[in-house]
């Protein structure tokens, strides 16, 4: 499907800002940008279960009302989303899970890899947005990236299949924009700053940050499908062969 | 590096504080199974499944009417135990263990759960998906052991 119209073609066509300081373009600029090498897992904060009100990290939510009541009825029904069904979670729900990730620099280009397979691309080398009339229906949208010292400010469309918050029955839509600001903050965790925008589905923007740590543990392959027998509506009682 | 260090230890701290979250493991489906309802089940390990995204548990039990039965219990993925109870591993439980697990019953009330806790012959009380057993207190049955059942005691830890 051909994602059609929205704000951001109204920016297409103005020139980006030019940053000062390492962008990462090449081998000798990246040596110059934080190293944030390793594996990271989401610093979990307990808020207790969801809801319509609050984030899954106890900020504010305002969600509108049409949204508000598809989240209520989502949590009373305990009903499923992405990763239930072996779908990606994708932008912005993937970046708060216990899936460990990795952040790689290569020239013009921020690559996080996640335990579960799923890959967020973030291009530092200076292009614009594709135009989402011109984009294809995605999980992890369209995300273009600078660097602000050491600070990596990451700006995302396009991304109608992700889930917002897993368990909370909000989907984004092809209006959601996320702007995400991370860094390594003054006690060691990195941060990640975000603003997520919608006007379907918040009465104002929406303002969270999630924290992550270096994890003792490596990551290991997380894949879904081949091994899964409850797919929330239906679970296969099928025992595997003795002896196995 | 040295920043890291500082934070490892109280991280691991908070993270055992929050593994009885309902909320934490999104991963987790539970919409078989019916958390109002918990019971227990003794047997012997048929398979012991530790993978992804979920491990599961087989145990054959003896049913009333003397002939065994399969049983299949769901729990979490083998990074998920691990957070919940440090002591989950691949070898953690063989084939022919002894076992008492308790659950949360399918809906369907097909002969299979989601598995809150499993007691080991060794005395170990491993922790499993946190949403099973919520706020239901563990009843022996339903395949009818009552009097074999009730002599497991479940241990403490």
Same mark, same amino acid.
């Given at each position: 499907?051909?994602l059609?119209?929205?704000?951001a ?5 103005l020139?980006?800002p030019?940053w000062p ?8 600029s990246?040596?110059?940008?934080p ?9 979990r904060?307990?808020v ?8 899954p990290?106890g ?9 508000a009541?598809?989240s209520?009825?989502?949590i ?6 992405n990763?239930?069904?072996?779908l990606?979670?994708g932008?912005p729900?993937?970046?708060q899970?216990?899936?460990?990730f990795?952040?790689?620099?290569t ?6 890899l996640f335990e579960?397979?799923?890959?967020r ?5 200076g292009? #614009?947005?594709?135009?989402?009339a011109?984009?294809i229906e995605s999980?992890?949208?369209?995300s273009?990236g ?6 990596l400010?990451? =700006?995302?469309i396009?991304?109608?299949n992700g889930?917002?918050?897993e368990?909370y029955?909000v989907?984004?839509?092809? #209006?959601s924009?996320l702007?995400?600001?991370f860094f390594?903050n ?7 700053d975000?603003?997520l925008t919608?006007?379907?589905?918040f009465?104002?923007?929406y ?18 499908l ?5 797919t929330?509506t239906?679970? =296969? ?5 003795l002896?196995e | 590096m040295l ?11 908070i993270?055992?504080g929050?593994a009885g979250s309902p909320s934490?493991?999104?991963h987790?489906?539970?919409a078989?199974?019916?958390?109002s /309802?918990c ?8 398979n012991?499944?530790?993978q992804y995204?979920h491990s ?8 009333a009417s003397g ?10 993925s ?10 989950w591993?691949?070898?953690?439980i063989?084939?022919?263990? /002894?076992?008492?697990?308790?659950y &949360?019953? !399918? ?6 759960g989601?598995?809150? /806790?499993v007691?080991l012959?060794?005395g170990? !009380?491993l ?5 099973a057993?919520?706020?239901?207190k563990?009843?022996f049955?339903p395949?009818?052991?009552t009097?074999?059942?009730a &002599?497991?005691?479940l241990p403490?830890n």
């Open positions: 499907m051909v059609t119209g929205s704000f073609d109204a920016t297409a066509n020139p980006l030019t300081g390492p962008q990462g373009d090449t081998y000798a990246i040596a110059k940008l190293d944030w090498s390793g594996f990271w897992a989401y610093h904060v307990f207790g279960p969801p809801r319509t009100d609050t984030g990290g900020e504010p939510m305002f969600l509108t009302p049409k949204y009541a598809i209520a009825d989502h009373r029904r305990r009903a499923q989303q990763l239930s069904f072996c990606p979670a932008v729900g993937v970046m899970h216990r899936l460990l990795q952040i790689l620099l020239p013009g280009l921020v690559t996080m579960d397979g799923e890959v691309r973030i291009y530092t080398d292009r #614009k947005h594709v135009p989402l011109d984009q999980f992890m949208g369209d273009i600078h660097w602000e010292g050491g600070t400010v990451v =700006d995302t396009g991304f109608p889930s917002v918050w368990n029955g989907l984004a839509t092809i #209006k924009h702007v995400e600001r390594r003054s006690a060691g965790y990195l941060e990640v975000s603003v919608d006007p379907e589905i009465a104002r923007p303002v969270y940050k999630r924290l992550y740590e270096q994890s003792p543990i490596p990551i290991t392959e997380e894949e879904c081949a091994g899964n027998r409850d929330g239906s679970v =296969d009682l099928t025992p595997p062969p002896g | 920043a890291f260090k500082s934070i490892l230890v109280p991280a691991a701290v993270l055992a929050v934490a493991l999104a987790h489906s539970f078989s199974f019916d958390a /309802k019971f227990t089940l003794s047997g012997t390990v048929r012991f499944e530790w995204p599961w548990l087989w145990v054959i039990a003896p049913a002939e065994t039965q399969v049983w299949g219990f769901e729990s979490m083998p990074a998920q135990l691990q957070e919940v109870d440090s002591r591993n691949k070898h953690v063989s084939i022919g263990d /002894k076992v008492t697990v308790t &949360s019953p !399918l809906r369907d009330g097909r002969h299979g989601s598995m809150g /806790k007691a012959a060794n170990w !009380l922790k499993g998906t946190p949403n057993c919520q706020g239901a563990a009843v049955g395949n009818g052991l009097g074999n059942s &002599s497991v005691n403490k």
